[in-house]
C-alpha cells in the first residue's frame, strides 16, 4: 500500500460493491447520486473535496483527474458517463446489473 493509499479511502475499504468519488458542486456528481438512489443501488459516497491526495490517488489508479469518479468491486468504471451508459436505463439485463451481480467482470480504467 502506499503512502497515499494509507491517507485516502480505497474502494476496497468498504463493503458496498459501488464507491464513488465525489466534490460538493458538481453536476455530473449529483446526476450519479441520483442514478445510484434511483435504481437502490448500495454505495458509499467519498468526499474529496480539498484532498489532495485523494485526488492524486483518484488519477493514478484511474487515469483521470475528474470527479465523479465509480469504482464497482473495486473496479474504476469512469465516471458518470460511463455509469449512465452501464445503465442502460435501469433494465436488470444491463451491463451495471452484471457487474453488480458479479456476472461480468470489472476492467480497471476507463472504457
Known amino acids: 500500500m502506499s503512502d497515499v493509499e494509507a491517507a485516502c479511502a480505497v474502494p476496497e475499504d468498504f463493503t458496498e460493491p459501488v464507491v464513488i468519488y465525489?466534490?460538493?458542486?458538481?453536476?455530473?456528481?449529483?446526476?450519479?447520486?441520483?442514478?445510484?438512489?434511483?435504481?437502490?443501488?448500495?454505495?458509499?459516497?467519498?468526499?474529496v473535496d480539498g484532498d489532495a491526495a485523494a485526488?492524486?490517488?483518484?488519477?493514478?489508479?484511474?487515469?483521470?483527474?475528474?470527479?465523479?469518479?465509480?469504482?464497482?468491486?473495486?473496479?474504476?468504471?469512469?465516471?458518470?458517463?460511463?455509469?449512465?451508459?452501464?445503465?442502460?436505463?435501469?433494465?436488470?439485463g444491463s451491463r451495471l446489473a452484471a457487474l453488480l451481480a458479479g456476472t461480468e467482470p470489472t476492467r480497471d480504467g476507463p472504457h
Open 55 to 92: 485526488r492524486r490517488w483518484l488519477s493514478e489508479r484511474s487515469g483521470r483527474t475528474t470527479v465523479p469518479q465509480v469504482f464497482i468491486r473495486g473496479a474504476s468504471i469512469g465516471g458518470y458517463d460511463e455509469l449512465s451508459e452501464l445503465d442502460d436505463g435501469g433494465t436488470s
Open 22 to 47: 465525489t466534490t460538493r458542486w458538481c453536476g455530473y456528481c449529483l446526476m450519479a447520486l441520483r442514478l445510484l438512489r434511483a435504481r437502490n443501488i448500495p454505495f458509499a459516497q467519498v468526499p
